[in-house]
């Protein structure tokens, strides 16, 4: 789309959007977020930039090829269970690790494996459309 | 494919990755030797992980007699065939993907006869059934590979789910799933009154796995797979299946005048069938293929009688002839790979060029025919002792015995005389002896059939009576020995022998007088499954055309449609009681953001142009985000509004490069009412739906579990999403995986347009 405004705007926004997309993905636990809003917020990011600068663009940004990211979010997730089963516990049940003043443990691998899949899904979608 | 290469220098001889995974089998093979000795001393292994408990599903399995005499010859057959597998397949290109399917095809096997829970037993027969549809259309770019081995799907699948049904009415009848807990039940299912149902349900599942008439005809047809496969499958594994199964529930439900009469008949007649048709075709691999028919119905036969005897004389002619068919199988395989045919009429003379192969094919054949000093001779005395001893039908069973085994002599002799003495209706080309990884196999099971025809005791001792007596309570000792004396059954195996070389002498006129009577026939199975599943396919291809039209509309006015009437039915008369117009409160701003979405509502309705249109979606769909805010589900709200942004743009994407609105306005206006009542069903049903829900007090049981211990197990404070990550997990996975698939699904919609 031959806009200036859009465009200049998109340099801006992605970038911003990207970022605020990890730290909806973090703060998830605690405060309204999580993996699936992420995983919107970066698509959004994406959705943009392809409409502005097209389809090629997106896919030298990232890399590598939608299909694989969603595929990594889908092992990510199933994997965060399997630490739960190694301690003879129900399948992804959560395993917390206490290293100081917080808590790190599988439900955020499990997160980032949710943000991952829907991410995937949404660029393939989005590009494939695009692309058409 | 294997003959008319020219173009390629070398085909390898054999593939070594074949031979390697033949080194699977053998130790299988080993394995069950080790059990062997114990087993004949009357141990049965059993060993037992829970699976699914609620459904009385367990890993559990069982090596008994039976499972002992079946399981050696899988894994031996299973080694000789994948072994001759690496020269016959060599040089193919899904090489992997062959010896993948064989091997799990075995190891399908293996699971029938070792499971001892009856649901296990029905998944690995399933399993059975969806590797032979793979096996027998291995070659799947011929079409007639495709069709017979749908065929044998359609056949044997269908018949499995009369097994299933079978298995569940037993366990409604109150029947344990447990195989080695029916020795207590004694006679409690045979005079159930669900029995003839059960008999019936288990019946034709075995009778369609093990080609009985009238389910025959998808086992010659499933001789386009390659020659190992159909020796694997057809000579000693997939279709004795549907035996094993009728051994295994003959203690359950045999012994009754319904199995015995039905079994006798059913297997008397397939036997026949097949003996008498072994003669028509010229193709050595589909006369092999019409005996295979007369074995399996003769093991039916004998396992319609309640002796000893007759059981026994099943479980030797089971071994009988798993040894001869695979060896003959694996023999004209050779020949097909040697000279390029399997044709009769173009075969001749192979004696001086195959001698080796020969040689097997003599001892197969004679094992076959039942000459003195063979394993089939054995075997003959038996089935004609077993035949005379039947409780019901003795004369027929005796009589299409008789006529089943001079037939088989007969075929035995074309199979032996025609390839390798006779001069050959053309002249063949120079032709090499096969490798030896293709002559181990008939020449090792050629010489058992010798073997165990000198030492019937010893085979008797330590496989056919565990076996018997695995299922069958009567320890009656019957021995295997070369020779019973001048009785009946001698008498009977020298006319024969005398009969079957009288109809060998007249095997062109026979031939030539049975195909034009078979033409004749009006009305067969093969061509009533044809004209059902042509029926089938037709009426499938109308209906799918007439819902399936093309038109997007249409498809969400019966989606909607079929959701209000099925949805409005049972809700209609409840309406009344939650007609109470609720009073109107709320903060201001409420009001006013139900102001906003109504008004959205009427743009989406009235626009003019696309654009116009998504505007008023997205302002809906901003409305109900910010509702949710107001009432305190921020996570909620937020997770709408990017919802609603990310949709809106892939709409845009799409619905703008869609022609212009203005070829929808020339809709008929009947269609234009139709579709407003409708959409106005549908939301009135909804409203009264939420107001109905509003009516009843709100259950805060999960969500005080959630409040009480998000914090404290989770560690989290936000419990929209510590439910989604931590405490319903399992749920988003599962989620994740169908938000994936569904992409992965619209790309590929989206590619195949861009193409076409």
Known sequence: MQSTILKTATHLMVGLMLVFAVYVLLRGHHEPGGGFCAALLAGTAFALFAITEGPDRVRRAIRVRPGTIAATGLALAALAGLPALVMNKPFLTGIWWHPGPFFVGTPLIFDLGVFLAVLGAILSLLLALEEN | MKTSLPSIEKVPDCCRGGVVSSILPLVLFGLLCLAWPRVVQGKVFLIQWSWVPSLDLTLAFRLDGLGLLFGLIIT???????????????????????????????????????????????????????????????????????????????????????????????????????????????????????????????????????????????????????????????????????????????????????????????????????????????????????????????????????????????????????????????????????????????????????????????????????????????????????????????????????????????????????????????KMNPVKEAPWTMRLGPAVMGLLGILFGIVPEWVSEHLIQPAVFSFHPDREDIRLVFFHGMNLPLVLSILTLTLGSVIYRYRTFLRHRMNTAIDRLWITTPGLYQSGLDLFLKSAGAFTNKIQNGSLHFYLFIVVFTLVVAVAWPWLPHIPGILIFPTISGPLIAMGLFAFILASTGVVVFAKTRLCAIGGLGGVGAGVALTFMVFGAPDIALTQLLVETLTLIFMSLVLLRLPPMDAAQKRPRSRTIRDACLSLGAGLLLTTLMMGMLQVPLDRTLTAFFEANSYIAAHGRNIVNVILVDFRSLDTLGEICVVVLAAWAGVTLIRRTKEG
Not at chain 2, 254 to 262: N, V
Request: proline fraction near 3%; aromatic fraction near 12%; hydrophobic fraction near 55%.
């Open chain 2, 76 to 426: 031996m057959t299973g080694f000789f065939i994948s072994l001759y597998a690496s020269s016959y397949m060599a040089g193919h290109q899904h090489l992997g993907r062959f010896f993948f399917y064989l091997h799990g095809f075995m190891i399908a096997m293996l699971g029938i006869v070792f499971s001892d829970n009856l649901l296990l037993l029905f998944v690995f027969w399933e399993a059975t059934t969806i590797l032979s549809f793979l096996l027998i259309g291995f070659d799947h770019h011929h079409k007639t590979a495709r069709e017979n081995a749908r065929q044998a799907l359609l056949v044997t699948g269908g018949g499995g789910l009369f097994l299933l049904l079978g298995i569940l009415l037993l366990k409604i009848a109150g029947e344990s799933m447990t195989i080695s807990l029916w020795a207590a039940s004694g006679d409690m299912i045979r005079d159930h009154a669900l029995y003839p149902a059960v008999f019936i349900c288990i019946l034709i599942g075995a009778m369609t796995k093990s080609a009985q008439v009238p389910f025959h005809f998808w086992l010659p047809n499933a001789m386009t797979a390659p020659t190992p496969i159909s020796a694997f499958l057809h000579a000693a594994t997939m279709v004795k299946a549907g035996i094993y199964l009728l051994m295994r529930f003959h203690p359950l439900l045999g012994g009754t005048s319904l199995w015995m009469g039905t079994l006798v008949i059913i297997g008397g007649t397939t036997a026949l069938w097949g003996a008498v048709q072994a003669l028509g075709p010229c193709d050595l691999k589909r006369i092999l293929a019409y005996t295979t028919l007369m074995a399996l119905g003769i093991l039916t036969l004998f396992l319609g009688g309640r002796t000893v005897l007759s059981l026994t004389a099943a479980a030797t002619f089971l071994m009988v002839h798993a040894l001869y068919k695979a060896a003959l199988f694996l023999a004209v395989g050779s020949i097909d790979h040697q000279t390029g045919t399997r044709n009769l009429d173009h075969l001749g003379g192979l004696l001086q060029s195959m001698p080796l192969t020969a040689l097997a094919v003599a001892a197969a054949t004679m094992s076959m025919a039942g000459f003195p000093l063979f394993f089939g001779f054995i075997g003959k005395e038996i089935m004609y002792e077993g035949a005379l001893a039947e409780d019901m039908f003795p004369v027929f069973a005796t009589i299409a015995t008789l006529v089943a085994n001079s037939l088989m002599t007969a075929v035995a002799a074309i199979i032996l005389i025609t390839p390798f003495l006779g001069f050959g209706r053309r």
